[in-house]
């Protein structure tokens, strides 16, 4: 494929280089650990992966990592997996997340917001003192390092007040959005086995309320080992019989106290997606989330005590627990519980504008929606506090790079990123003193070895690959749960190339240092020899107004044959007839491939997703081979059930 893209959309001024915290960095690197003084973020990045654990000593020094029992190595085993950091460390995230306190006591720490739009801040000060009373209420409970506490919670204040009084304890925390039913809920939180439940009686979503009572019933009665249960009635309602109050937990004047655990001790659980099985239960530590988070907020996002950043997240993605940390650089957090378009499609912009957010999170799929409903944010709100705008769950295409540049701003920095819930983070992204080109991921992250390699593990350049991670990160899993032999945890990384991860995107590493990401490569389209990700077909296919979005699958027939339909769900109005059907052929054909025109363009009612909003590619794989639904797709994984009821009847017709 083609990576000339000599012209790049964004390049940061001289000043904002200047002072970019990652341009600091380099210099204070530069003089007390050797790292490359010239050379630029190219040099540094060199450096970052080269001498990983000179690397990792400054990134704890910069941002003066407060260890209360000190390491006597950075990296005691390098091997993945099972990498050892910062032997004999002991440390608290909860305490570096609220070390702010100290000197902005009377500023928010949190805004949050709901769907009337109206930011309500809670000050360092009230966030702390309710930290040190629920952390305190917990103890008393019984609750010690290493149990689990769990929150089926919207994002709320409460919902950090909960984590970060978890993780001071030194216990593990795990949350489940609200919108999860009971099954998907509880196939997260049976495998953990919590003591503590937090729960709300319902949440608002696109102007109503919806009562999640029954489901708070049904968590209770399923999950045994719950010592306590505590009420948030975020609708108001009564606390059921046996529960605690909110209230009575959170009164209390209380400063924190800050449990010394290892580096490597479990800060938090989160779940992989769960579509073919139970989901993943991927444990990741306290030292290893607060370093590489301080790198990845600190340095690549580029936060400090005067911003105030905004991503549309639940509390079921591992955005929620990034949006967190970013109190660890003492920034201001917003936290938005409602719909990502209520009352319309540019209610983003909306809570950007009225936040005063300096980065703006947000998912590819919403740009693009902006996009087509021709929303103007430039025009219709003050985005002039705006210095980012990120986004991920998805490659963004190159007609999102072009809107947010024609309708938010010439000179804005758009970060695509790229990572996963394993990580907990991103592999490649934000650089702030590097430009943008159309289509692409600024770079690799800094202490992250990426490469793009072919079958036999030769690395590749300007061509597609697997994306692979030579070295540990901090945040890698320490271990899944219920995998005492790390089979599963081995078999999910570290199969197809021993010692080295692989994390199952399709990646093109670029000859000037950028990065392109794909789709998954194992729903990846290989017709004839030539390999294409999904994310390409859906970036073309998706410009024509009449598709409101697509899903194309390639599968391998029993007699050797390949088949690859999409299938697209129409915008109101259109039809899918003779003149449509030539136009998505001839758009695949004339910008993508002549081979990856699809077989059949077939219309259907919906696009299924998982929980936290990714197209379904691969069950929808298994079902058109003939699997069954039950044993194609985790139930309780999927958005809407009935929509692949839509692909399992088409198969058994091919049949």
């Known amino acids: 494929m083609s990576t000339a893209n000599p012209l790049p959309l964004w390049q940061p001024d001289p000043q904002r280089i200047a002072q970019a915290q ?21 040099a540094l990045h060199r450096w970052s992966v080269d001498e990983l654990e000179a690397f990792w000593k400054a990134v704890t020094q910069w941002f003066d990592v407060r260890f209360t029992s000190p390491y006597a190595r950075v990296l005691g085993d390098r091997s993945m997996p099972g990498a050892e950091w910062f032997p004999g460390a002991t440390l608290n995230y909860a305490e570096h997340a609220l070390r702010a306190a100290a000197t902005r006591a009377d500023e928010p720490a949190l805004l949050h917001v709901d769907e009337t739009h109206e930011p309500c801040p809670v000050t360092w000060t009230e966030l702390r003192r309710q930290v040190g009373a629920l952390a305190a209420e917990l103890r008393a409970l019984g609750v010690r390092p290493g149990d689990r506490v769990s929150g089926y919670l919207p994002n709320i204040p409460q919902a950090v ?17 609200p919108d999860f039913g009971a ?4 196939d997260r939180f049976q495998q953990v086995e919590p003591v503590v439940l ?5 949440y608002r979503y696109g102007g109503k309320e919806h009562d999640r009572r029954d489901v708070v019933t049904e968590l209770r009665r399923e999950l045994p080992t719950l010592r306590a249960v505590v009420h948030i009635p975020l609708l108001g309602t009564e606390a059921p019989e046996g529960a605690l109050e909110w209230s009575d937990l959170t009164s209390a004047d209380a400063d924190p106290v800050f449990e010394p655990v290892p580096f490597d001790h479990p800060l938090w659980v989160l779940y992989s997606s769960g579509t073919t099985g139970l989901p993943k239960a991927i444990v990741q530590s306290q030292g290893g989330i607060l370093v590489e988070h301080l790198k990845q907020l600190g340095l690549h996002c580029d ?9 549309y997240t639940s509390t079921g993605w591992m955005m929620w627990n990034f949006l967190v940390s970013g109190l660890l650089t003492g920034t201001t957090v917003i936290l938005y519980d409602g719909s990502p378009g209520y009352p319309d499609t540019g209610a983003q912009w909306r809570i950007a504008e009225r936040t005063g957010a ?5 998912s590819a799929a919403y740009v693009m929606a902006c996009r087509k409903a021709e929303v103007h944010p430039s025009r219709d709100f003050d985005l002039s506090t705006v210095r980012c705008v990120a986004t991920t769950g998805s ?16 000179d804005l920095w758009i970060a695509s990123v790229s990572g996963g819930t394993d990580v907990c983070s991103c592999f490649a992204g934000a650089v702030p003193t590097l430009p943008v080109h159309i289509g692409e991921l600024q770079a690799p992250c800094l202490g992250t070895d990426l490469q793009s390699w072919d079958p036999n593990g030769t690395p590749l350049i300007d061509e597609v690959g697997e994306l692979v991670v030579t070295n540990p990160m901090p945040s890698m899993p320490i271990h899944f749960w219920n995998d005492p032999d790390g089979s599963r945890y081995h078999d999910s990384y570290f199969a197809m190339y021993p010692g080295v991860w692989r994390h199952g995107d399709w990646i093109t590493l670029t000859s000037r240092g950028s990065v392109i990401i794909h789709g998954r490569s194992d729903s990846t389209l290989n017709r004839q020899g030539v390999r294409m990700g999904s994310a390409d077909i859906y970036e073309a296919v998706e410009r024509l107004p009449e598709i409101k979005e697509s899903l194309v699958i390639g599968v391998e027939q029993p007699d050797g044959g390949y088949w690859m339909p999409l299938f697209v769900q129409l915008a109101p109005g259109a039809v899918l007839d003779d003149a449509l059907l030539d136009r998505i052929k001839r758009t695949i054909r004339e910008q993508l491939s002549p081979r990856h025109v699809p077989d059949e363009v077939i219309e259907v009612p919906g696009i299924p997703h998982t929980l936290t909003g990714k197209r379904i590619e691969v069950p929808v794989k298994r079902l058109l081979q003939g699997t069954p639904l039950d044993k194609a797709v985790n139930p309780g994984s999927v958005d809407d059930l009935d929509l692949l009821r839509f692909y399992e009847e088409l ?5």
């Open 198 to 202: 937090f729960t709300v009686d319902g």
């Open 651 to 655: 198969a058994r017709k091919r049949a």
């Open 161 to 177: 007040v909960a984590l970060l009084a978890t993780a001071a304890v030194g216990a593990v925390w795990t949350s489940c959005a």
């Open 303 to 311: 936060l400090g005590p005067g911003d105030r950043f905004f991503w």
């Open 395 to 410: 490659p963004l295409p190159p007609d999102g790079f072009r809107w947010l540049h024609d309708e938010v701003r010439e």
């Open 22 to 42: 990652i341009t600091k960095f380099q210099s204070w690197a530069a003089e007390h650990h050797d790292a490359p003084a010239l050379g630029g973020y190219p």
């Open 358 to 362: 300096t980065l703006f999170g947000t």
């Open 183 to 186: 099954r998907s809920v509880l």
